[in-house]
């Protein structure tokens, strides 16, 4: 005589204890939160102008210059995915600064360089650029600039934020 096996979860840990299930103490499901937020999808097609950002703003005065992202202070990471869909490689320039928490208006005109590069690989490749600093980013704007040397391409990006 052949008996059917039923797999049945009988607890699970909280914290360092041993939760019983029963009908009356069920599984939880409420789920974990999460620790990363979506901050901003693109298409943009990508030249020779040296100010063209992820959003296609092409400002060129440091001091008026629209960020890419803003209110990111509470971001310690930054993951920027995406395809290009040329095989020529392009160079970008992440920067940031700091705003007045009042106003909002940058604290100095300018921008800070956290990091500069090259996207590369062929037509059609998929990419994935973490943005860090040692001991984690936490400025409030970012501005993600992209160049090639020359004609055009198309660039699709996702940014992503990561909290502690």
Known sequence: ???KLVPTVIGYLLGNELQPVSPQNRLPTEPKPANA?????????VDTNPNRDILG??????????????ECGQYHTLIWTGVKTGAADI????QA??????????????????????????????????????????WDQYRIRVQQASGTQVLISKVVGVRH
């Open 1 to 3: 005589m052949l008996r």
């Open 37 to 45: 937020d979506p901050l901003l999808t693109a298409t943009v097609t």
């Open 57 to 70: 703003n092409t400002s060129s005065d440091e001091s008026t210059a629209a960020p890419t992202l803003s």
């Open 91 to 94: 160079d970008y320039i992440v």
């Open 97 to 138: 600064r700091s705003t007045d928490i009042n106003s909002g208006e940058p604290l100095a005109n300018g921008w800070f360089t956290v990091t500069a590069d090259a996207i590369k690989g062929v037509a059609n490749s998929w990419f994935r650029i973490v943005i860090t600093a040692p001991g984690g980013l936490y």
